[in-house]
């Protein structure tokens, strides 16, 4: 698990706006702690932009290629993953109404035919919003009304013990 920042999570287009701030900033005068403040990022990644900006310029701090691979879902393929995870486990086939990762995985290679670990998967559900849950544990004889009753009767008798006097 990554350890929390105090940086906001950024796009790879707002990243390029950050550094192209940078550089103007730069070129006004303004050393490397201020535009860390004023950017909010790192004072390392302000010191390396000011680097790339004195050997290259503005052009330096373009990104070059895109950091990291690709993702395997597209946007439109994230919603309808989506959709079929609201539709519930049992309109899979499944006879419980509990997601899994295991579940979930397979349910991304039968529609789109892309193999994700279970692990990486969690990830995906998190970037979309989603979060774990576990279900309620309840036996299935669980009554309300008996339970209800059992408190105002039984209880109370347990609690003050068998010789106690009953107070009506």
Request: aromatic share 8%; net charge positive; proline share 8%.
């Amino acid at each position: 698990m990554r350890t929390p920042t105090c940086y906001p999570r950024r796009s790879r287009e707002k990243w390029e706006q950050v550094r192209q701030q940078a550089a103007v900033l730069y070129a006004q005068g303004r050393r490397i702690g201020q535009v860390a403040a004023v950017l909010n990022v790192s004072p390392e990644a302000a010191r390396v932009w000011y680097h790339k900006w004195q050997e290259g310029g503005a052009p330096a701090l373009r990104r070059k290629s895109p950091g990291g691979p690709r993702p395997k879902l597209s946007p439109e393929q994230l919603q309808q993953l989506e959709h079929e995870l609201l539709n519930g486990p049992r309109r899979q086939g499944y006879a419980t109404d509990l997601w899994t990762l295991q579940r979930i995985t397979r349910l991304i290679k039968k529609l789109f035919g892309v193999s994700y670990h279970p692990g990486h998967v969690f990830k995906i559900l998190r970037a979309m919003g989603w979060s774990c849950q576990k279900p309620a544990r309840r036996a299935k004889e669980h009554a309300e009304p008996g339970i209800a009753k059992w408190k105002r009767q039984d209880w109370p008798l347990i609690k003050r013990g068998r010789c106690a006097p009953v107070r009506r």
